[in-house]
């Protein structure tokens, strides 16, 4: 059974913690990313999710929110966890939204 619980690392050298699931599959952590798109001085940035818990399933699906503290965006993350070869392996998609100033800007917040 994989365990979200604990530190991550991504292929791209991004950091993340995620603290103890509650009996809801409820969680929150702390995400602190190796990319970025802005001039800012990167900071850790705070995420909170769901696992899903029902039934206990063996390869449990995710989802959680980062809320970057160090410019205007927000991204959604989801995925499923995964053992393969002893080895806890998250896969995940993810989009984000950035701020911008006008319906006409619209197009261009989401990635």
């Known amino acids: ?4 619980t604990g530190n991550w690392t991504n292929d791209l050298g991004s950091n993340m913690t995620i603290n103890e699931l509650n009996s809801k599959g409820e969680f929150n952590g702390s ?3 190796a ?3 802005t001039n800012n001085e990167i900071k850790v940035s705070p995420l909170q999710g769901y696992q899903h818990v029902k039934d206990q399933c063996k390869n449990a699906t995710f ?3 980062v809320n970057w503290n160090f410019s ?3 991204t959604v993350f989801t995925g499923q966890c995964f053992v393969n070869n002893s080895k806890e392996v998250l896969k995940t998609m993810w989009l984000l939204r950035s701020h911008v100033n006008s319906l006409e800007d619209d197009w261009k917040a989401t990635r």
Do not use: E
Request: with cysteine; proline share 0%.
């Open 31 to 33: 995400y602190h990313t």
């Open 63 to 65: 989802g959680f929110t």
């Open 1 to 4: 059974q994989c365990n979200l």
């Open 35 to 37: 990319v970025k798109a």
């Open 72 to 74: 205007d965006s927000i």
